[in-house]
């Protein structure tokens, strides 16, 4: 069998191709998503790779041509943060699935899965399980919740227009793997969340809702229930969990706690909310809604009719999920990179120990290459930016792979100092870092919080002026390879990438300039390019 996987990159996309690996059943895997991983890392050098933005309704003749010849197509793609940009969630979340699913029809597609959640139930008081029967009319206030159950009546129109077609919505719970830790916590903590302590100490108890219950799947787990859907053909709902329950007490001693510390529901909804209204948490109150009125499931109809069980419980699911989180791990792919790039991500490195040679002025070298990572940490926080910010243009998916290579190209430049025994700059790397903080406040001409369409021309100017100094700076370390004590070719490399950096902000760019002074354009609007 061939079978496309939609979103192939994050927790459970990850998952799932380990799991399709290694059935002797699948000949090929084609992955999607807007954003390619490393396709030399494990687990995604097994797969093809292509890149689309379901968002736009112009993708569904690209995602049909791409379905071509498959035999089944796995829907695992879901926005779940910025939670500020509602419609942009709601374009890749819910139309997206249905251009998914109308472009698998059209190239004769005959089995799909797709990730539901339990979140498209509606809201229960007790702790009766409940089988894939109960109503899915989402949770009010929950945007997580509310698109999951319009996700819902998608699939319920195309099964009545597609009878032919074996579609599966598959319901999972919470979904926890160790390597989705630093993702986790990006989604849902936040970078302010001091997890990595984890490591060294627990807290003295837990405070946690009194009625807190839910139910989790390792993402091992549900891999494998959809990959035996798409196998089998399966139709229908199915209610994927372990059959334990995590109550309060389950959680602290997950934690590593015996004790928690129980609280009034009712207090914490207006912390959240103000918590996330003020930055600390990217988590707003939608989800405290869905995680107390959610109802437990019960996944006797996934075992009979699947043949599908729970190698792991929930406990320990999320005792693993905690690990990860204090180490901060995670995989090749953007959604899933570790929360500190590492310097083994880019190239070789000298011998711990390494000097440079007395032939060369150390002195000045070292001086030369804190200048460069004072450049390179204002460079990288300047693309982080200018990806958050242009989220929902067409042109995002190149930012964010820009992104990507410039956080791994400052881990490698930090670490290759460090080996050469030079000190990192420390007055002049916080001042840039403030610096190009306070080039982003420009007006542009536009009332505060309006942003002006010639914003991503100047950003993408300013960000190409950044690359080719980069540029230069691994051309002069090339002339001194052999001093650093490492060999051309790792900077050879890093020139090559430079240059395609160019060209894709060179690409940016041109995109941005067409509509930045054009009356009625607005680059920020979604659109194709």
Known sequence: MRIVVVGATGNTGTA??????????????????????????EPYRHAEWTTVDIQFEESRSTLAETFEGADAVIHLAWLIQPNTKRELLRRVNVDGTRYVLEAASEAGVERIAVASSVGAYSPVSDNELRDESWPTGGIE?????????????????????????ALARLRPGLVFQSDAGSEIQRYFAGKFAPVQLLQHVRPPFVPLPNNVRAQAVHAKDLARAYTEAVLRGAQGPFNICA?????????SRAVGRRRNLPLPSAPLRPLLKAAHRIGVVPTDEGWFDM???????DNSKAKRELDWEPTISGFQALKELIEGMSTGVGEGSPPMRPRKATASDQAELPAEGHRPSDEIDTDLLRQYMADHLTGATAGLKRIEAMAEAFVETPVYPELSQVATGIRAEHAYLEELIKRQGFSRPTIAAPLAWATEKASRLKPYSRPPGERSPSAMVLETELMLSAVIAKLHGWKMMRDHAHELGVSEQVFEDL????????????????????RAFAKGENPFEPRET
């Open 16 to 41: 799932v191709l380990k799991e399709l690996i290694d059935r002797p059943e699948v000949d090929s895997i084609l992955g999607v998503s807007r954003r390619l991983p490393d396709q030399e890392a």
């Open 141 to 165: 206030g929950s945007h997580y919740s509310v698109d999951k159950a319009a996700q819902e009546r998608v699939m319920d129109d195309f099964e009545a227009e597609h009878p032919e077609i």
């Open 243 to 251: 059959d334990d329950i995590l109550d309060a007490a389950a959680i």
């Open 291 to 297: 995680g107390v009125g959610v109802p437990l499931m």
């Open 495 to 514: 020139i090559d990438t430079a240059y395609d950096q160019l060209n894709t902000l060179e690409h940016v760019h041109e995109y941005a300039r067409a």
